[in-house]
């Protein structure tokens, strides 16, 4: 049986994955002081390693990123992507059913006190079947011009769903809150 | 036949695009309305204060000068507006510049007290210019006022009675407290609950008619 995928796919979900990643971590780097209550709130690290894991996690993103662009190392940087949101999703789950849900994800551009919903961990599992897409060996055809207008249009397309989703997630979090209220 | 689909692809990809990118658009407008139509307020959660009641007297000590006596009636008939702080707090950080262009607005009638515990203050209060204000340092005035949670406000008015108190992360929370202090209603709880009311009555009517 043969598994390879053709390169124009895995490109292009790598590629998405990647920036994907890239902006997260750009996040964190831009508001360190931020990222790290909010990894304090999560209560997963001792408190005592937050300070350098509020420097691991956006560099490891962004290694991440580095891996995926190249065809050679894609498969490697894929896997690493699938283990870091799978992390997450466990953070996010071992939250949720510790009744934490009200913390601050963390996890998005849509502003501050995005609360934990099993919306991020179903966003999780569509980012690990992009991140396995990409991990799978593709086939050597060779990418011509026009995949390559392809593959920046696909993943562009798919950073705006994905920013989209993002905000529509927390906006159904401040409809509930909205309606609790009222 | 090629150039064709070529060219329908291309076509296709820039009306995915855009219609991905007005997706984007619309989400994010949804949000900011949900912001907007929520009503804000400084949530209000004490064991010791209660609105209309004396407000604590405490004699706090201030950073710099002399000790500044708090509560009580004042015989300018001004009003305080003490803010808890913490040096180590970053929300309480993002609300320092909306404190300022409310005291300015608000210094007719109102004195803006930054009040904390704890040391390393004067550093942030270099760093975030708060030497023209009143800034106290004192443990006794946030047991007495029952701060469990920063950044957190009270409102003392002029005959020295409490007016308003509570959770402020925003600026919109801040001047929740001067509206209850205009409309005489106690904390968000208070008019969510009296508007609720408005509104089932209003129901109940609409369906009879």
């Not at chain 1, 050679?72 to 896997?79: E, I, K, L």
């Amino acid at each position: 049986m043969n598994l390879a995928v053709d390169p124009l796919i895995s490109a292009s979900a790598g590629l998405l994955v990647g920036l994907i990643l890239v902006g997260a971590a750009s996040h964190k780097w831009t508001s360190k002081y931020e990222f790290r209550s909010v990894l304090s709130a999560y209560r997963v690290l001792p408190e005592s390693s937050l300070d350098v894991a509020s420097v691991i996690v956006p560099a490891t993103e962004s290694l991440i990123f580095g891996l995926l662009l190249w065809p050679t190392t894609r498969v490697f940087g894929a896997m690493a992507a699938v283990a870091l949101f799978t992390l997450y999703s466990a953070a996010i789950g071992l939250n949720i059913s510790r009744g934490r849900s009200e913390i601050d994800c963390g996890c998005s551009w849509a502003g501050h006190g995005q609360s934990l919903s099993a919306w991020l961990i179903a966003r999780n599992g569509v980012l690990i079947a992009l991140a396995t897409v990409a991990a799978f060996a593709s086939s050597d055809r060779a990418l011509g011009v026009l995949d390559v207008v392809v593959v920046l249009a696909a993943a562009a397309c798919g950073l705006l769903f994905y920013h989209a989703a993002d905000r529509l997630i927390a906006n159904g979090a401040k409809l509930r809150t909205l309606r609790s209220a009222t | 036949m090629n150039e064709l689909l070529i060219v329908a692809v291309g076509l296709l990809w820039v009306l995915v695009l855009v219609l991905a990118a007005l997706l984007f658009a619309l989400a994010r407008q949804v949000g900011v309305l949900y912001e907007r139509v929520a009503p804000a307020g400084a949530l209000a959660m004490n064991q010791h204060l209660v609105v209309g009641d004396d407000a604590p007297v405490v004699q706090a000590d201030r950073l710099r000068g002399e000790p500044l006596v708090i509560g009580g009636a004042s015989s300018a008939g001004r009003s305080t507006l003490l803010f808890f702080l913490s040096p180590t707090c970053p929300v309480c950080e993002t609300l320092l510049p909306a404190l300022k262009s409310i005291a300015s607005r608000e210094g007719s009638w109102c004195d803006l007290v930054f009040a904390s515990d704890g040391g390393g203050h004067e550093p942030f209060v270099a760093d975030h210019r708060l030497e023209a204000y009143s800034y106290v340092v004192s443990q006794e005035l946030g047991v007495l006022y029952g701060v469990s949670k920063l950044p957190y406000a009270a409102l003392v008015d002029e005959v020295g009675k409490i007016a308003g108190f509570g959770l402020v992360s925003s600026r919109e929370h801040i001047e929740s407290l001067f509206e209850a202090k205009e409309r005489g209603v106690e904390s968000i709880q208070a008019y969510l609950s009296i508007r609720n009311a408005e509104t089932a009555v209003a129901g109940a009517t609409g369906s009879e008619s």
